[in-house]
C-alpha cells in the first residue's frame, strides 16, 4: 500500500509536470512569430526568435528528462533493489554507523548514474547549440570526479554524524540532527567560498578602476561593506552570467562573473550589485535561513515520525527502526509533495525581488540602469519572455522582466 501511495504520488506530479510543460510550449509558439509589444522592446526580432527556439528546446529535451527520471524512481523503488543493496553493504561494511553512512552515499552516488548522459547532452548539445557551452568533456569529468569525492570526504563525516545521533541522544535525535546540519550549512556559507569553490573555479580580484571604484563607493553609499570584489571565471563553463554574495558579517564578498563584466556597462553592473545589497538590507537573507531552519526541523520532525512507523519503511522491503533508508527514502520522495507547495515559496521569492529592484533603483536614483541590465542579461540568457502564468508560477523564484519593469516604473 505504502509503494503504491508513492508510486501514484510519483506520477502525479510527472503528469503536473507535462501539463504545465505543455501549456508553456502552448504559449510560447503562441507568440513565436511576433512578440508581445513589451516582449520587443527587450529584444530585438532575431534574437527573440532565438530565444523562442532555445526554450522549446529545453522544454523537449526536459520533458524526456521528466519521463526518465519518474520511471528510474520508479522503478527502484518497486523492484527491491534498495533493500538488496542495504544488506549487502550491512553485510561487509563496518558497524557503528559506518555502514549505514555508506550505505546512503552508495545509493545516492548508484541513482545519479542514470541520468548523466541526459546532463552531457544538455551541456554539449542543447546548451553548444545555443553558445552557451564552453566546457570540454574533460572539465566536465574532471568537475565530476571532484564532486563524488567531496561527497565522501564531506558527505561522508556529516552523514556518520546525524545517522549517529538516534544512538547518542534518543528520542529527540531530530532536534540534534537538525541543528548539526543548520549549523552545518551556515558554517559552509563561509568555507564554501574559500576551500570549496577554488577547486572549480579561479577568484581573482577585481583590478583597480572605475568599475571598483564604483561598486566601492555603491557599498559605502549604501551602508554595505564587503571584505572584497572578486571576479569568477564561470566563462571556462557557460556563457550564461550572474553576480552574487558569499558569506556574512565580515566575511561577505562580491563575486561577480566575467561573462557579467563583459555583457554590462560599468552604471549596469552596479545596479546589478544594488539589487543585490537590496537584499541584504532588506532583510531578505535572514528571513530565508529562518524560513529554510522552520522546513528543515519539520522536515527532521516527519522522519522522527516515520522512522518509528513500521509501515513507511516495511513497505519498501527494509527492516523497520533503521534511520539510514529512512533518510534515503525520506530524500527521495519529499520531491513529489514539495512539488505542489513550490508556488508559495515562489511567490514570497518573488516579492523579494520586487524589493530589491526598488531598493536598486531608489540606491541609483533612476529604473534606467537597472532595467538596461535586466534586459541585456535576458537578451545574452535568450530568456522565456513569454511563459504561461502556471508555468512561471510553479518554476520561476523571479518575476518576468516584463513584470519586474513594470513594478520599478509604475512606482518611480
Excluded at 198 to 213: A, E, H, V, Y
Excluded at 335 to 341: E, K, M, N
Amino acid at each position: 500500500m505504502v509503494l503504491q501511495i508513492a508510486l501514484v504520488l510519483i506520477v502525479a506530479r510527472l503528469g503536473a509536470e507535462l501539463i504545465l510543460a505543455g501549456l508553456n510550449r502552448r504559449e510560447v509558439s503562441r507568440h513565436a512569430q511576433t512578440a508581445p509589444a513589451a516582449v520587443a522592446a527587450i529584444m530585438d526580432d532575431a534574437t527573440y526568435r532565438k530565444s523562442v527556439d532555445y526554450t522549446l528546446a529545453k522544454a523537449q529535451f526536459n520533458n524526456l528528462c521528466m519521463i526518465f527520471d519518474a520511471a528510474v524512481l520508479a522503478l527502484v523503488l518497486a523492484s527491491g533493489v534498495l533493500p538488496m543493496l542495504f544488506a549487502e553493504v550491512a553485510a561487509w561494511a563496518p558497524g557503528a554507523n559506518w555502514d549505514d553512512a555508506l550505505f546512503v552515499l552508495l545509493a545516492g552516488v548508484l541513482l545519479s548514474i542514470p541520468g548523466m548522459p541526459f546532463e552531457w547532452w544538455g551541456q554539449f548539445r542543447i546548451e553548444e547549440r545555443f553558445g552557451f557551452n564552453k566546457s570540454t568533456a574533460k572539465l566536465w569529468l574532471s568537475d565530476k570526479a571532484k564532486g563524488l569525492l567531496l561527497m565522501f570526504v564531506i558527505g561522508f563525516p556529516l552523514l556518520w554524524g546525524l545517522l549517529g545521533l538516534v544512538g547518542w541522544v534518543g528520542s529527540l535525535w531530530w532536534i540534534w540532527a537538525f541543528v548539526l546540519l543548520f549549523g552545518f550549512q551556515l558554517i559552509m556559507m563561509v568555507l564554501y567560498p574559500k576551500l570549496i569553490l577554488p577547486l572549480f573555479n579561479k577568484l581573482t580580484p577585481l583590478p583597480d578602476g572605475d568599475l571598483r571604484d564604483r561598486l566601492m563607493a555603491l557599498g559605502e553609499r549604501t551602508g554595505f561593506k564587503a571584505s572584497t570584489i572578486e571576479v569568477i571565471d564561470g566563462s571556462k563553463r557557460s556563457g550564461h552570467s550572474n553576480a552574487y554574495f558569499t558569506g556574512f558579517g565580515r566575511f561577505r564578498r562580491i563575486v561577480l562573473f566575467d561573462t557579467l563584466i563583459e555583457q554590462l556597462a560599468p552604471e549596469e553592473l552596479e545596479a546589478v550589485l544594488a539589487h543585490e545589497v537590496g537584499h541584504y538590507k532588506r532583510g531578505h537573507i535572514p528571513k530565508m535561513l529562518i524560513t529554510g531552519a522552520a522546513m528543515q526541523l519539520g522536515s527532521f520532525a516527519a522522519l522522527a515520525w516515520l522512522l518509528h512507523s513500521d509501515w513507511f519503511l516495511r513497505g519498501f522491503g527494509f527492516p523497520g527502526g533503521e534511520l539510514a533508508p529512512a533518510l534515503l527514502l525520506f530524500g527521495l520522495l519529499s520531491g513529489v509533495v514539495t512539488f505542489w507547495i513550490s508556488p508559495l515559496n515562489n511567490l514570497m521569492s518573488r516579492k523579494h525581488e520586487y524589493e530589491a529592484d526598488a531598493f536598486a533603483r531608489d540606491a541609483m536614483g533612476s529604473a534606467t540602469p537597472l532595467i538596461g541590465a535586466l534586459r541585456k542579461l535576458a537578451a545574452k540568457n535568450l530568456s522565456n519572455l513569454t511563459p504561461h502564468p502556471w508555468f512561471s508560477g510553479f518554476y520561476y523564484s523571479h518575476p518576468t522582466i516584463v513584470e519586474r519593469e513594470h513594478a520599478m516604473t509604475a512606482k518611480s
